[in-house]
């Protein structure tokens, strides 16, 4: 399933500017996650939301800003970030089952 | 302590070749979930299974075969004739019920596949 997407897949940016990073979900699913994924690092869990309500932030500096407006729509501002914050950032959901479907992701780079 | 090991960094074979992929688990629960996951050069990772801890059967779709051991503690995974569209990274992943929606990944194995 390619029901999770996320917008824009590629993001370059300054440590001063303030951008966004948006997920949309087609399958229903009432949880959402954001993963950060390093080079040669395992996936990082960022945040997760269910039912819009923020029910995980795993120690993430708050230059990172997450927004879940309803249960399809998952944002992640950012503002100030430094070079060590570029990566891949994805999205995923799920609903009942464990398992997370996971969108394409941003690939950020900031310089 | 949760720990998951993909011992294999990376794999090269040639189209047709068959490859197994390593996966070992630690857990003190005794219900837990495990995946495989595929991440091609695009970037989105693919659900290709889940398997409960109370589930010890092994399971085949199509050229995708999985074999779950608990006494070893392995989930291993075999692509049968590989293909050049097989080339990507595959994470092996563990949650608990105690830790739902948290997912431990492995490092990931590369596999090539070179025609």
């Known amino acids: 399933e390619t029901g999770v997407t996320q917008t824009p897949r590629h993001l370059v940016m300054g440590m001063t500017n303030k951008k966004s990073l948006k997920c949309e979900q087609h399958l229903g699913h009432n949880a959402m996650y954001w993963y950060k994924q390093s080079a040669k690092k395992p996936l990082e869990l960022m945040f997760v939301y269910n039912f819009k309500e923020q029910t995980e932030n795993n120690s993430v500096p708050s230059r990172f800003s997450p927004e879940c407006p309803n249960s399809s729509h998952l944002f992640l501002h950012l503002h100030t970030l430094q070079p060590e914050d570029s990566a891949l950032y994805l999205c995923?959901?799920?609903?009942?089952?464990?398992?997370?479907?996971f969108g394409p992701g941003t690939r950020l780079t900031v310089l | 302590a949760q720990k998951v090991t993909q011992a294999q960094t990376e794999i090269s074979v040639v189209e047709k070749e068959d490859v197994t992929l390593d996966c070992v688990y630690e857990t003190r629960d005794t219900t837990y979930y495990l995946f495989w996951y595929k991440q091609p050069p695009s970037g989105e990772l693919v659900f290709l299974i889940r398997?409960?801890?109370?589930?010890?059967q092994n399971e085949i779709s199509g050229r995708y075969s999985w074999n779950f051991q608990k006494s070893t503690s392995s989930f291993n995974f075999t692509i049968t004739a590989s293909q050049v569209v097989d080339s990507a990274v595959y994470f092996c992943?563990?949650?608990?019920?105690?830790?739902?929606?948290?997912?431990?990944f492995g490092a990931g194995t590369q596999v090539v596949v070179t025609p």
């Open positions: 995923a959901s799920s609903q009942g089952w464990p398992e997370q479907f």
């Open positions: 992943a563990l949650m608990t019920t105690d830790s739902w929606g948290k997912f431990q």
């Open positions: 398997r409960n801890s109370f589930d010890e």
